[in-house]
């Protein structure tokens, strides 16, 4: 009998036997700024450099808030977005907790008033969305599927009856017997009642979407190859498709939401578009925690002529959403700041000044994000652990395998202790 059907919170111990040393180090290291500092934190960046793992240190986070949780909350969701379906098909297995079972839902959040009987009958959900599909709607008008429930909703509602026109006007681009085929097949019965209600609440709040249907619908009272005002019934299908997100939305009960990969769609973040305000209504539902996943969670270095990226306002933009306050990220810019200029000054007198500096900007970012990496200068064998946040490029340390700084010259040099034990040799920053 499983952890989920005797009612025992599953035990992280067997997720987090398999991991490496300083996966386990980042996996505490988080939960405690996420759950058990005073001063904890509901967003978190895993920056560790390709390859270390940072899916299977998720996992280890999730094995940790269900232990934490389980006697807590009715109902654990947990939400992973990535910026690739396959990828979120692939990820969501491997951040499956063993006894608890595999309780997947589909990666397009319009589809959940087909699952919601499925999703409060589990104690833990594992959800994948991925932006272009759940939260960016557009001109897109989805799989056949998500159109033929949306038909289904809305038949009674705008008086549909048997007529051809509503049917050919949510066909799009299937064949028409594959079309007429989906929507024989789709019951009424098969859509969560309250889901429905939901949507159909929220649509009747914008009287000039059906106004644009009944415009265009004489348009479709017969068919045919081509349409005409398709860029009309495009953008009206993924209107609806939007306020059906919207609302679906209101059923989830995020725990954690995992963003994968964040800077492959960093405007969900702090964008104002109608796929940022969807997707902060995960951001800030109550009591969850987020955490940002990315290898390179801001552009590196860019030149001055490059006026679409800037490094700075990139980093300063990400430290934000984490802060979750522009004013925490702009004393951090203050902070930054500083530190260039104390650069510029370097030299033994300065030393003092400079090292304060970076200490000041390290606790602060440490609060939020930490990154492990491969050191770029290392014996084989030989690794370095070191307990930092993850700092600019332009702000890490390079180590040599004795343990000595071989950064700026002028300033000393400090020792910091190594793990021999890794095929790797890895850094702590």
């Known amino acids: 009998m499983s952890e989920l059907a005797n009612g025992t919170a599953p035990d992280p111990g067997e997720v987090l036997r398999g991991l490496k040393d300083f996966q386990r180090q980042s996996v505490d290291y988080v939960y405690r700024r996420l ?11 895993i920056a560790d450099e390709v390859g270390l793992g940072k899916t299977l240190v998720a996992r280890g986070i999730i094995a940790r808030v269900l232990q934490k949780l389980w006697h807590e909350v009715k109902r654990i969701d947990i939400i992973y977005i990535c910026s690739n379906g396959d990828i979120a098909r692939q990820n969501i297995r491997r951040l499956q907790i063993p006894g608890v079972g595999e309780h997947t839902l589909p990666t397009r959040v319009t589809l959940l008033p087909i699952k919601l009987s499925d999703l409060e009958e589990n104690k833990v959900n594992l959800v994948s969305f991925t932006p272009g599909t759940s939260f960016h709607s557009g001109y897109q008008t989805g799989i056949g599927k998500e159109r033929a429930m949306i038909y289904t909703m809305l038949r009674e509602e705008w008086h549909f009856g048997n007529i051809a026109g509503p049917k050919n006007f949510f066909q799009c681009g299937m064949k028409r017997e594959n079309w007429r085929r989906k929507l024989n097949k789709f019951k009424p ?10 949507f159909l609440e929220e649509l009747r709040r914008h009287d000039e979407i059906k106004a644009d249907f009944d415009r265009l619908l004489p348009l479709f009272s017969h068919y045919r190859n081509n349409f005409p005002r398709r860029r009309e019934q495009l953008k009206l ?26 800077q492959r769609f960093r405007d969900l973040l702090d964008g104002e578009d109608q796929g940022a305000l969807l997707a902060r209504t995960l951001f800030e539902y109550e009591k969850v925690k987020v955490l940002l996943l990315s290898a390179t969670p801001y552009k ?3 030149m001055n002529h490059e006026e679409e990226d800037n490094h700075y306002r990139d980093f300063i933009r ?50 939020v994000m930490v990154r492990t990496e491969r050191l770029a200068v290392a014996r084989i064998g030989m690794g370095c652990w070191r307990r ?20 700026w010259p002028g300033l000393s040099r400090s020792r910091i202790p190594w793990n021999t034990g890794n095929r790797h040799p ?3 920053i």
């Open 35 to 45: 759950y058990e500092d005073e001063d904890s934190t509901d967003r978190f960046l």
């Open 189 to 198: 019965a098969d859509i969560d009642p309250a889901l429905q209600q939901g």
């Open 237 to 262: 299908i993924g209107e609806l498709r939007m306020i059906l997100a919207r609302s679906c939305l209101k059923a989830l009960e995020p725990t954690l939401v995992i963003l994968d990969e964040f």
């Open 300 to 302: 590196m270095y860019t």
């Open 318 to 367: 990400t430290a934000s959403f984490l802060f979750d306050s522009k004013e925490a990220a702009a004393a951090l810019g203050e902070e930054l700041q500083r530190y260039r200029l104390e650069l510029f000054r370097i030299g033994a007198e300065s030393e003092h000044k400079l090292r304060s500096c970076r200490d000041a900007i390290a606790k602060q970012l440490h609060k």
């Open 388 to 407: 930092e946040p993850a700092l600019p490029r332009w702000h890490q340390k390079i180590c040599s395998p004795s343990g000595q700084w071989i950064g």
């Open 426 to 428: 890895i850094c702590r």
